[in-house]
């Protein structure tokens, strides 16, 4: 890892949580660079509790006398990846609502779609190749997803559901679980709800006239 790791040309590509990685395991001092500052990762043997890790330097480009400069214990790796990627790249994952991805699944890789994104929180769907698809909740970090969590599609949280739709995906969504295909989209927390009691009817989704499929109101 050196200055211009991330640099081609005049142009600087994000960092990713896997370069940060090899600064931290490189035995020496380090630096990389993109548009917005520098950062270089320096490990000690030793700090006054006599305990090893890194000392954290970082400039914002343009700016040399705006540096800063924070030691992290060993078992502190994420908090300096995070930090790092924030610092170099203004934001902890480059992941956006609608993006195509890929998870490993079943021991293959599936084609997977972003459905929202909430902070450092990612919802994906993927679809199997019998048709059924799951969604999973994932920890996004720079250019990486980590899984959580698989979430049944009926099981979804209305902040979930708000984000999907407030983000412009509900086109995207499959909904076709293991044991029930064709499950709907919830409606958003803030559409009107017809006040019907059968269970069934209020697990559909919302139409124009305000009320929900299967409605005998409609």
Request: proline share 4%; aromatic share 6%; hydrophobic share 35%.
């Amino acid at each position: 890892m050196n200055i211009d790791t991330l640099r081609t040309g005049s142009k600087y590509r994000h960092a990713t949580a896997k370069d940060i990685r090899k600064m931290l395991g490189a035995g020496h001092v380090t630096h990389i660079q993109t548009e917005r500052g520098t950062i270089a990762i320096r490990p000690f043997s030793r700090d006054i509790d006599g305990d090893a890790g890194w000392t954290v330097d970082r400039a914002v480009a343009g700016l040399t006398d705006h540096g800063q400069s924070k030691q992290f214990k060993r078992g502190e790796q994420q908090r300096i990846i995070r930090a790092a990627l924030v610092f170099l790249n203004g934001e902890l994952h480059s992941f956006e609502a609608g993006d195509d991805t890929t998870i490993f699944s079943n021991q293959a890789e599936r084609e997977a779609y972003v459905l929202a994104v909430r902070g450092e929180q990612v919802l994906i769907e993927y679809e199997m190749p019998a048709g059924t698809s799951a969604l999973v909740l994932m920890s996004a970090m720079g250019n990486e997803l980590k899984r959580i969590k698989t979430i049944p599609h009926q099981a979804l949280s209305q902040d979930w559901v708000d984000a999907i739709r407030d983000q412009g995906n509900s086109y995207l969504w499959i909904g076709n679980g293991q044991r029930t295909h064709g499950i709907p989209l919830p409606p958003h927390s803030n559409q009107k709800r017809c006040n019907c009691n059968d269970p069934e009817i209020a697990r559909h989704g919302p139409v124009s006239s305000g009320h929900w499929f299967g409605c005998p109101a409609r």
